[in-house]
């Protein structure tokens, strides 16, 4: 099931998204900040009708979550998007990243754009699948290494 967030996901999204990218990809600390700061912004304007959080919720337990925010009126920004290791492949990341274009398309958003980075095959083929174009690259130090970054953008 995928449902809205409410607060008591905030640890979950922080906790999971820095435990499993330190793991895989080796991120530090910093990672943990910038996910934090990325929800404690959700909560401040949490009645903004124009953004929402979803969280892949599997009897009852927390198994993913994706974000949609507003980057300005015609634009809205994906993030937060991650599912669980053990669910990977079952076509669940699919439906977390369909879910935030329909909410983008009932919302009249022109275009969703996102930031993701090269080591991030999976989520990349999800995202071109969906019909996301790599519009932009620029090599970034964050997290303690060395990245690719990735701006994608999809017309709607």
């Known amino acids: 099931m995928i449902r809205d967030f409410n607060e008591n996901d905030k640890d979950y999204i922080i906790d999971s998204h820095y435990k499993i990218y330190n793991k895989e990809y080796n991120y530090d600390l910093s990672f943990k900040e910038f996910i934090s700061n990325s929800v404690n912004q959700y909560i401040k304007k949490e009645n903004n009708s124009l953004e929402n959080i979803w969280i892949l919720d599997i009897d009852g337990f927390p198994k993913g979550s994706i974000s949609i925010k507003r980057a300005n009126e015609d634009v809205a920004q994906l993030g937060l998007f991650l599912v669980d290791p053990s669910l990977r492949g079952t076509g669940l990341g699919k439906q977390l990243v369909q879910t935030a274009i329909d909410f983008c398309k009932e919302k009249n958003y022109k275009k969703v754009v996102l930031w993701t980075n090269s080591e991030l ?6 995202y071109k699948n ?5 519009i932009e690259t620029r090599k970034q130090f964050l997290s303690n290494k ?3 970054e990735e701006q994608w953008e999809l017309s709607l």
Do not use: T
Request: aromatic fraction near 8%.
């Open 146 to 148: 060395e990245l690719v």
């Open 130 to 134: 969906k019909g996301f174009q790599l």
């Open 121 to 126: 095959v999976a989520a990349r083929r999800i």
